[in-house]
């Protein structure tokens, strides 16, 4: 059979969006490398060329198509191979391309060696589908110790319907890792070295729903039974930052004071129409709260502009909203029609131009914020975690601090990768932020 072919077989994997993505193809790639497989350096060298793709806009539909189109026209001797979340959706109409030989679906992706093992010599466009049975959710953990920081996927899908949204029909509903399993997962991260970990997923906040629990119990656990220094959480829905939750996270001391709350929209009628279940004054509050309990908190966010029905005065309400906000940066899109989704079949469709628009003047709102909040840092005495890799321009070693600032520090000894040091943050310039270790 093909993987045991005494000539090793090469793969390339290349992954878009978001960091579900980014940590599965970790997985994917860790498995087939143990499985004898080896990494090519390119898709001219591979035998078989993985996308790992993300769906959620047209515009990365489009561009998966072209990575694999691409593909075929470097090596058109390469297996192209489509997992991700463009895969779940369409995938019988999608093997009507010649440029895919195989498409495998989100619930899947995590068995590619068993798959490869399975029907790699039979050329033939199939779907994964039709020959392995559906798998549950995957428990798995990214070891890639090249990197400082490792990420643990604690959750996937989602029990909301937003309506702009395709994600629960790509993932399904919401599925937890056990408690136990997590801790046993981070402590082998903490065997490797590592000192940060990401608890992600697509919806954290909906962790332990399917048996009964809440992200806080989970928390509690790895505070108390795990070594690791520091961690951070995925993106929350603002409803799922209660009181009990922000009273742990701050007398924690594993935690870093670094918040994703989801917004989409600081208008209350757009919020309502894209069935998003809190008001924009409660989403201010929770900023608010949130920004006088923590030191200097990173607050992220995201913005979609020119959903279906949003009229000019419904965005003005959203853009004044986001300048009185304590936001430290927002992170915004063109809303991006999803057929299958309630949006997609709404009235009132906002032209293209406006979208674009809407959302350069949130990206503006976006830089005043962020220079803002790094010019309040200046100054301060922040723990980084220095990085393995220097940075590229300057030589110089950089690090995060618990706030998620990344910075450049005043040393080259690469000795010092990987471990804490405080810092005195010292200057801004041109978008780089320098310190000076203590
Ligand atoms: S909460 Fe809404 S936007 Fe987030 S994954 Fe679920 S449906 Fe999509």
Redesign the pocket.
Known sequence: MFLYNTKMKKFYIHTMGCKSNQFESAIIKENLVKNGLQEAENIESSDIFILNSCTVTHKSDNEAFYLLRNAKHKNPDVITILTGCVAQIEKEKLLENEFIDYVIGNDEKLNLYEFLKQIINNRTNCAVSDIMELREFHQAVLEDTTKTRASVKIQD??????S?????FA?GRTRSAGSYFITQQVMKLANHGFKEVILTG??I??WGKDFGLELLDLLKDIEQNTTIERYRLG?L?PLEITDELLEFLQKSEKFCPHFHL?L?SACNKTLKS???FYTVEKYLAQIEKINQIFDLPFLGSDIITGYAGETGEDFEITRQNLEKSGLSQIHTFPYSVREGTIGASAPNQVDDKIKEKRADIVKAISRQKYDDFVRKNIGTVREILIEKHPDKKSGFMKGITRNYLTIITNTKDTSLANTLQQAKITGYENGRIYCEIL
């Open positions: 899908g989602c029990d909301n319907r937003c702009y949204c395709i994600i629960p993932r697509i919806h906040g909906q993106s829905n989801s989409q894209m069935n998003r």
